[in-house]
């Protein structure tokens, strides 16, 4: 799924404007990376674990 279908889909799901909706899956994604770049995992019920590994 791409940012902007999941955008989309946030705004259609909470009534937010499009710009609403796309910042705040903007900070979701940020605060997702910031956490795996500092190498801590992300869990998210419902959807997995997510981690940083090297390649």
Known sequence: MKKTVLTRAVAEKTRLSQAAA???????VHAILKNLRMGRPVKLAGLGNLVSKPR
């Open 22 to 28: 796309k910042d705040q899956v903007e900070e979701v």
